[in-house]
């Protein structure tokens, strides 16, 4: 849908309301290619922003309402309009909460109206490809967008952050939406979520014959949000009894109860395969981040226990057909994982993966190679 997204979002725009929209905002899903569940504990994370976005076709409105309507395969869904004044967390169900969610807040922050939004998107939704939140990330930039607001990303990401944990109800870190707002073209960003530093590390796997395989299992399980949670929660118990802000200054596991210490290990050993991998990709030895993203894995296997089957098997199966390396990405218990591929062996990895899948009488998962790609904006 790349180049005609917008377009689709103009158009069913057009229909449904007799005139152009004032503009079409867009923002990219994301694959993290390491510093998973690391965000929340004020560490690491590297994400890069995928071809895949979400188009937000957008006029303001005087009467405070919100309409919202989504074409999804040429058919329109138009939604129940909100009442911007009415908005409160668990008045709005289903997909419509998340830029309900975003108006919500940035009312909160006296930016933003009224508006009809038409909304468009090729991101895989339920993939743990950041689906939702590149439809927050757009939302917000149209909204700000009609009201002639300019604030700076970072506070977007925490805007956009609010509405996710506040009126969505998931209790989420803060890698999704930066990366939808500030990754670029053909880079990594590796941001430092404590201080908000980031840097555009450029990433270039097809000049190393490489690509970055995403694998989705085309599964999530149920326990998404309380698993989620619950890790989130032991992770800040562990700091508590450490006695540190947060476990990114965790210096180790030692003193900590026998429950909270692997998810202690895999904070900490996670942050030091960030920081080795930009290292590795500074110095463009891309081969040898393989290994960084199959111990990655390996920690959120055993030690966080955010895996499942279908993502064991992927990464599996990814690497025993010649992957470097294969991880999991995103929360887990479903969604994607990612295999570093030598560009000659990818048709046999896709091959060995969709084979396992059939062995273990799976549904076929989605593949594709993703490059770094741009982030949010404005298209019209
Ligand atoms: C999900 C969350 F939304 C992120 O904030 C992050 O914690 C990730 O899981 C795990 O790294 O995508």
């Given at each position: 849908m790349n180049s005609t997204g917008s377009n689709i979002a103009a158009d069913a725009f057009r229909r449904l309301h007799g005139a152009a929209p004032a503009g079409v905002w867009s923002a990219p899903g994301r694959v993290n290619l390491i510093g998973e569940h690391t965000d929340y504990n004020d560490g690491f994370v590297l994400p890069f922003a995928i071809p895949h976005r979400t188009w937000v076709a957008a006029s303001p409105r005087e009467d405070g309402v919100i309409t919202l309507a989504s074409v999804q395969d040429g058919q329109v869904e138009v939604a129940e309009p909100v009442r911007l004044a009415e908005l409160e967390p668990g008045t709005v169900q289903g997909w419509v909460a998340y830029p309900a969610g975003v108006a919500w807040v940035l009312r909160q922050q006296g930016v933003g109206?009224?508006?009809?939004?038409?909304?468009?998107?090729d991101v895989p939704r339920g993939a743990g490809l950041s689906s939702s939140h590149s439809l927050e990330v757009a939302t917000a930039l149209a909204l700000l967008g009609l009201s002639g607001a300019d604030p700076s990303r970072s506070d977007i990401a925490k805007w956009v952050q609010q509405a996710e944990n506040d009126f969505v109800g998931a209790p989420t870190g803060l890698l999704d939406q930066t990366a939808?707002?500030?990754?670029?073209d053909a880079h990594v960003l590796f941001l430092d979520v404590r201080s908000g530093r980031q840097e555009q590390v450029p990433f270039d796997a097809g000049a190393h014959g490489l690509e970055v395989l995403v694998i989705d299992t085309r599964v999530s399980h149920s326990l998404v949000e309380?698993?989620?949670?619950?890790?989130?929660?032991?992770?800040?118990?562990?700091?508590?009894?450490?006695?540190?802000?947060?476990?990114?200054?965790?210096?180790?596991?030692?003193g900590l109860p026998d429950e909270l210490r692997p998810l202690a290990r895999h904070v900490i050993t996670e942050n030091e395969r960030v920081l080795?991998?930009?290292?590795?990709?500074?110095?463009?030895?891309?081969a040898e981040i393989g290994p960084?993203?199959?111990?990655?894995?390996?920690?959120?296997?055993?030690?966080?226990?955010?895996?499942c089957v279908e993502l064991d098997v992927a990464a599996e199966a990814a690497e025993k057909a010649g992957?470097?390396?294969?991880?999991?990405?995103g929360g887990?218990?479903?969604?994607?994982?990612?295999?570093?591929?030598?560009?000659?062996?990818r048709e046999?990895?896709?091959?060995?993966?969709?084979e396992a899948f059939a062995a273990h009488g799976f549904g076929s998962p989605r593949m594709f190679a993703a490059v770094p790609s741009a982030g949010a904006g404005r298209d019209v």
């Open positions: 109206g009224g508006a009809d939004l038409v909304v468009a998107g939808s707002l500030c990754c670029t309380s698993g989620y949670g619950e890790r989130r929660r032991g992770c800040e118990r562990a700091a508590d009894v450490l006695g540190v802000a947060s476990l990114r200054d965790a210096a180790g596991e030692e080795k991998t930009v290292e590795l990709l500074k110095q463009e030895r891309y960084l993203l199959s111990a990655s894995h390996a920690s959120l296997r055993d030690d966080y226990r955010v895996s992957a470097l390396g294969a991880r999991m990405i887990g218990f479903g969604g994607s994982a990612i295999a570093l591929v030598p560009r000659e062996l046999r990895v896709e091959t060995g993966v969709a």
